[in-house]
């Protein structure tokens, strides 16, 4: 009697679970020093007609394990939107704010665009996509500008946001 008792409390509990209109397991929650490029992503997407919601997106600082270097997104059946960014210092304290945006934009794509990865060149040998898998400051001013003469990438930012959106986007004049 006493087990059945549990059974059915149990089967209810369970029942009301899937019947509630679902709040998210979490809800939205960005670290501060990542809620500016949260924001300009939005603005992008706005700006492209893309209708992206970024309500239940999880982002937090730790071990994203395997995938990219910097960061990983995490997708799961019923689960929100889930980002690690790496706490070491190459990915995020030392980066320019053009390869943090870089880096999270790249794991939005993932995360929210659903976007794989693209390793295809132009003629110019710079990637295609910021979806690439290697380098996430494809637009990023360089570190160590002198001597490097592909360094001043910041005309290449509209292109790859563009593309970030819809990878149909034409190659652009300074691909040759
Ligand atoms: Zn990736």
Redesign the pocket.
């Known amino acids: 009697m006493r087990i059945q008792n549990l059974l059915i409390v149990s089967l209810l509990a369970l029942l009301s679970c899937q019947s509630e209109t679902k709040p998210s397991p979490a809800s939205y929650s960005v670290p501060a020093s990542v809620e500016p490029y949260i924001q300009s992503f939005r603005s992008a997407a706005q700006q492209r007609n893309r209708a992206v919601s970024t309500d239940r997106l999880i982002v937090e600082f730790g071990d994203p394990q395997g995938?990219?270097v910097c960061g990983r997104?995490l997708l799961e059946a019923g689960q929100p939107p889930h980002i690690v960014l790496s706490t070491d210092a190459y990915c995020w304290e030392q980066a320019s704010d053009n390869e943090k945006e870089g880096l999270v934009f790249?794991?939005l794509g993932?995360c929210l665009l659903g976007r794989l990865?693209r390793n295809d060149h132009f003629a110019n040998r710079a990637y295609v996509s910021l979806?690439n898998?290697d380098n996430m400051g494809v637009y990023a001013t360089c570190r160590y500008p002198i001597g490097d003469d592909d360094c001043d990438k910041r005309p290449r930012r509209t292109y790859y946001l563009d593309e970030l959106f819809d990878p149909a986007t034409p190659k652009p004049s300074w691909a040759d």
């Open positions: 995938e990219d997104c790249h794991e993932h990865h979806m898998p």
